[in-house]
């Protein structure tokens, strides 16, 4: 993975953020109510982590019923540093993790197949939460859509290893090291989220991936409250994880400005204005997204400073 390019795509995708923030300031005055949402960033970032510790529970916990266990600072950081680069095309630039579980035992077939199988739970997880959402949204059908589609393609491919296996070969044969190497590298990882399977395996995954997401989801109700947002709290409790889905079907890096675009509509769906909508969007994304990216680049200065 080229550390420095990602780099250079994470600041362009965090300027045109920027860029859009003072598009919406200039329509809503967004920034002028920012101190609204100041005094409930250390709470809801408080959640985040929370959140965070759950999904690097189920991490070790895969990691450990494939025999790699890692040293439980030193996996929290590797597992953070992959936030560095959530805002990335699905999320791939989190298999930054290789660099640092690779020394310290932790093969990168493991760590990618870990990675799909997480994702694939976190959809199943985010979607579960979003079905409060269903008598209040005609998004869903959409966003259901697109989980189906990547689950889809995902047990496909599983169940062919084989046509990645000739993949390999004749992109080797045509002289494309990278891209054989790229598909042994997919092949190899979805060969190893076979071995999680498992009832129990399964079961351990979506009861964390629930209760992850759900502190996430949470997190978003309580700040609609702070800024004196009256919706009931089962709706109000999907409107993030729904947000979500409808910013990965987006095929947006990290679901950046789809994900806030869904959720003003759906706050509009409430009668919210469309400044405070911004502005609850614009905060429960301060709190998750960029802070994520924060802590994961604050976790790779220390594994780096490491060596």
């Known amino acids: 993975m080229k550390v420095r390019r990602t780099l250079i795509g994470l600041a362009l995708i965090t300027i045109l953020y920027l860029l859009a923030l003072g598009w919406a300031d200039s329509r809503n005055q967004v920034f002028a109510q920012i101190p609204a949402i100041a005094t409930a960033l250390p709470a809801l970032m408080g959640m985040a982590l929370l959140s965070y510790l759950v ?5 070790r916990w895969l990691l450990g019923r494939a025999d790699s266990t890692t040293p439980w600072f030193s996996g929290f950081y590797a597992y953070l540093s992959g936030f560095a680069f959530t805002a990335t095309p699905g999320k791939v630039g989190e298999l930054i993790r290789i660099r640092y579980l690779q020394p310290i035992g932790v093969p990168p077939s493991t760590v990618f197949g870990a990675f799909v199988y997480e ?8 979607l579960a939460l979003s079905c409060l959402a269903l008598t209040q949204t005609h998004i869903f059908p959409f966003v259901l859509g697109f989980v189906a589609l990547f689950l889809g393609l995902v047990v496909l491919v599983a169940s062919h290893l084989r046509w990645l296996g000739r993949a390999s070969a004749l992109l080797r044969r045509w002289h494309f090291k990278r891209l054989a190497r790229l598909t042994t590298t997919l092949k ?7 071995l999680w399977l498992t009832p129990l395996d399964m079961l351990v995954s979506l009861a964390l991936g629930v209760l ?9 109700t309580w700040l609609l409250t702070q800024l004196n947002i009256s919706i009931a709290f089962l709706p109000s409790l999907a409107i993030y994880p729904l947000a979500m889905l ?3 079907a987006s095929m947006m890096p990290g679901g950046v400005g789809s994900t806030e675009v869904t959720i003003v509509a759906l706050l509009a769906v409430f009668g ?12 429960i994304r301060f709190a998750t997204l960029w802070f994520a990216v924060l802590c994961g680049l604050a976790a790779c200065g220390v594994l780096e400073r490491r060596g």
Do not use: E, K, M, P
């Open 55 to 59: 999904r690097y529970t189920r991490w």
């Open 119 to 126: 994702r694939a739970f976190d959809l199943i997880s985010v």
């Open 188 to 194: 190899n990882g979805l060969q190893a989220c076979r």
């Open 212 to 220: 992850a997401w759900s502190i996430t989801a949470f997190s978003f």
């Open 246 to 248: 409808a910013g990965a």
């Open 272 to 283: 919210v204005s469309t400044a405070q909508a911004t502005l609850a969007a614009v905060g």
